[in-house]
């Protein structure tokens, strides 16, 4: 049976943009890309630091706060599993309270070191 190959054709078209137009293309997308990002700051990350020394990671994730730790985080802030406060420094409030409570007495420790920072800034 001989029958005739089948040639299928793909025809691609193109969009032309008309210059005066693509300046405003660009800003359109560059305002919805800065949207999306500017509303997942408020789900951040921040990086909890003491001594110079990054030893874990605070998120949230738009309802609720989590403390990640480093394996080599200090075992007084890797120790703490209380509740979170509402803000980051609040947080850095609590942990530094729960840095002095868990150093014994006599022995040095510098919480005003203790600090959050936000991984991306604006």
């Known amino acids: ?6 040639r299928t054709f793909v025809i691609m078209t193109a969009t032309r943009v008309l210059t005066f137009e693509l300046p405003t293309r660009i ?3 560059i305002a919805g890309a ?3 990002f500017a ?3 408020v789900r951040g990350v921040w990086l909890v630091s003491w001594d ?3 030893h874990g990671a605070l998120r949230h994730d738009g309802s609720r706060w989590w403390l990640d730790w480093l394996p080599a985080a200090d075992p007084r802030l890797a120790s703490y599993d ?7 420094d609040e947080i850095v409030a609590v942990l530094a309270r729960h ?3 868990a150093t014994p007495a006599g022995a040095a420790s510098d919480v005003a070191t203790l600090h959050i920072d936000p ?4």
């Open 52 to 54: 110079g020394r990054v």
């Open 34 to 36: 800065w949207r999306a």
């Open 1 to 6: 049976m001989g029958g005739r190959a089948r």
């Open 27 to 29: 800003a359109r997308s």
């Open 99 to 101: 840095i002095a409570a």
């Open 82 to 88: 209380g509740p979170l406060a509402a803000t980051p």
């Open 39 to 41: 509303t997942d700051m």
């Open 119 to 122: 991984v991306i800034a604006f």
